[in-house]
């Protein structure tokens, strides 16, 4: 007997809804826009007074609630005010949910459900976008309960006109939680797709007016069908799903092995990568400059520079340089010697 038969359990088509999996950390301090917090959530904003921490909190509704037992969700805390939100002026989350994935749902009857909390009361929005931003769905829902755990349920019929994307490498549909927005960029909440490119409906609240502001998501779905149900896979099946865009390799124990090297030259060595199959080939960087890591062969030495070349959708070439001369053919180890140091390969959109 397939249980999820029994269960009425769907598909959810975003990725770690959860909040579970945060590659460069749990806590932000001020980040700019256009950082990547939880695995596959962004920000976005303008300039203007705000300043934020963007978190992973022990915060989430109870079983009771949701008929779902979560630890963590996604939390934003105002540290400093937008007390005159301008024309032009925007903070928001976005997700980007990759064109295959989309293709699932495009044209169809989908249902959006998602878990707030957040200390303003009042009327906040959700905006789906196309990836040329010409194709536009705005919906609304209502925080009751200043910081309380609430539950917004949304059926949608998917936009079949315009342009969307369908391939790996293409952005399907941006969705967007704003938590404010100027007038610029607003337009009003209906139920039909429209043109404008907005990133919240006219309607919606001042969510970072006050210092004391909090702004939390949680088990967050997107369902095929009239009905959704938050579900996430097995741990482990998450971190694959999260994976196919970005992968941290160290970060997590002192020494930890990158790879092994070959002497080049002197003082050029290059470092064959590894890493599971990306949905196109990474940027690569390191999280610490070069000097933070080492290489372990007939002495330690530590790195001068590092660079990766040769990138591809499952491995790069890691060149190092030392200042110490070695001797061409020389293997070496090359350690990230602190817990806080690590590799990213990142192929997100």
């Not at 939880?38 to 978190?55: C, F, I, N, Q, R």
């Amino acid at each position: 007997i397939d249980a999820t038969k029994l269960t009425g359990e769907k598909r959810n088509y975003i990725i770690d809804g959860d909040f579970t999996q945060w590659p460069e950390g749990t806590s932000f301090t001020a980040p700019s826009s256009s950082t990547y917090g939880p695995a596959l959530w962004e920000t976005m904003h303008s300039a203007g007074e705000l300043v934020y921490d963007l978190k992973q909190t022990v915060d989430a509704p109870t079983v009771a609630e949701s008929n779902y037992n979560s630890t963590h969700c996604m939390h934003i805390d105002i540290t400093t005010a937008e007390t005159a939100v301008g024309a032009s002026e925007y903070f928001a989350m976005q997700y980007y949910m990759t064109g295959v994935d989309y293709k699932g749902i495009h044209g169809q009857q989908a249902t959006m459900s998602f878990w707030h909390k957040h200390t303003k009361t009042g009327t906040y929005s959700v905006v789906l976008r196309n990836s040329a931003n010409n194709r536009i769905y705005v919906f609304e829902y209502t925080q009751t309960s200043t910081d309380t755990w609430e539950n917004h349920t949304e059926t949608i019929t998917m936009d079949s006109a315009g342009t969307w994307l369908f391939t790996e490498a293409d952005k399907g549909m941006r969705i967007i939680f704003p938590v404010f927005a100027g007038s610029s960029f607003q337009v009003a909440a209906g139920s039909s797709w429209g043109t404008t490119n907005a990133i919240s409906s006219t309607n919606q609240v001042a969510g970072a007016d006050s210092a004391s502001n909090n702004f939390k998501l949680s088990q967050v779905c997107f369902c095929l069908g009239s009905t959704a149900t938050f579900t996430s896979p097995p741990i482990a099946t998450v971190k694959d799903q999260v994976s196919y865009y970005v992968e941290r390799e160290g970060g997590d124990i002192n020494s930890e092995r990158i790879g092994t090297a070959v002497c080049e030259s002197a003082s050029i060595m290059n470092c064959p990568i590894h890493y599971r199959k990306k949905r196109v080939a990474p940027t690569c960087s390191a999280s610490a400059s070069a000097s933070s890591y080492n290489v372990i062969g007939k002495h330690t030495e530590a790195l001068t520079s590092m660079s990766f070349l040769l990138i591809g959708t499952m491995s790069c070439l890691c060149r190092v340089d030392i200042a110490t001369s070695m001797t061409a053919g020389d293997a070496v180890e090359v350690y990230s010697p602190t817990a806080a140091d690590y590799l990213l390969y990142d192929a997100r959109h």
